[in-house]
T-cell receptor, first 116, second 111 residues
Framework: NAGVTQTPKFQVLKTGQSMTLQCAQD?????MYWYRQDPGMGLRLIYY???????DKGEVPNGYNVSRLNKREFSLRLESAAPSQTSVYFCASNVGGGRSGANVLTFGAGSRLTVL | KQEVTQIPAALSVPEGENLVLNCSFT??????LQWFRQDPGKGLTSLLLIQSSQREQTSGRLNASLDKSSGRSTLYIAASQPGDSATYLC??????????FGEGTQLTVNP
């Protein structure tokens, strides 16, 4: 039972390069989320998708785009990476529906991104 | 804007001690509160979820309480073990799909 799978686990980029972080869940969850975790800042929501076909901005969406490819997959794209985007990125999912924040979140193992 | 604070930022205890981790939040209009555990270099694992209508939840040696009116939650760990060493985070849900996280308490249990 894989849960939430993120790829890649590690990535080093140069300023201005683009990349996509991939996330897939096999729990038939409706809602998926992208967070970033930085020292002294905690986890902050970048984007979320309450259900297939919908996406919404979170607390820190600037510089990112997302795609809910299907119910299983939710990708995060950095079009032109900046050093400020150096962080650990976590994908998460939950059952969703209604007040979907009311459901237990399942997290991936994280993707550590360094932008030089 | 919801703000979540966790005190202390770090805690070191000898094995076998009972301990309490604290979480406070500024907006009491929450749907629920969750406690998570994060091991170094790993993702978060949900430990307990307390709905806004509940006062506490228990799982094994863990007990979480919620006092919505005062904006506080505690995570009680009984008979701590070295394997409990990790960072513990609390998060509150206030609007739809959004959770607001605290920065965590880094716990070290010494053998």
């Amino acid at each position: 039972n894989a849960g939430v799978t993120q790829t890649p686990k590690f990535q080093v980029l140069k300023t201005g390069q683009s990349m996509t972080l991939q996330c897939a869940q096999d729990m038939n969850h409706n809602s998926m989320y992208w967070y970033r975790q930085d020292p002294g800042m905690g986890l902050r929501l970048i984007y979320y998708s309450a259900s297939e076909g919908t996406t919404d901005k979170g607390e820190v969406p600037n510089g990112y785009n997302v795609s809910r490819l299907n119910k299983r997959e939710f990708s995060l794209r950095l079009e032109s990476a900046a050093p400020s985007q150096t962080s650990v990125y976590f994908c998460a999912s939950n059952v969703g529906g209604g007040r979907s924040g009311a459901n237990v979140l399942t997290f991936g193992a994280g993707s550590r991104l360094t932008v030089l | 804007k919801q703000e979540v604070t966790q005190i202390p930022a770090a805690l070191s205890v000898p094995e076998g001690e009972n301990l309490v981790l604290n979480c406070s939040f500024t907006d009491s209009a929450i749907y629920n509160l969750q406690w998570f555990r994060q091991d170094p270099g790993k993702g978060l694992t949900s430990l307990l979820l307390i709905q806004s209508s509940q006062r506490e939840q228990t799982s094994g040696r863990l007990n979480a309480s919620l006092d919505k009116s005062s904006g506080r939650s505690t995570l009680y760990i009984a008979a701590s073990q070295p394997g409990d060493s990790a960072t513990y985070l609390c998060a509150v849900s206030t609007s739809g799909s959004r959770l607001t996280f605290g920065e965590g308490t880094q716990l070290t249990v010494n053998p």
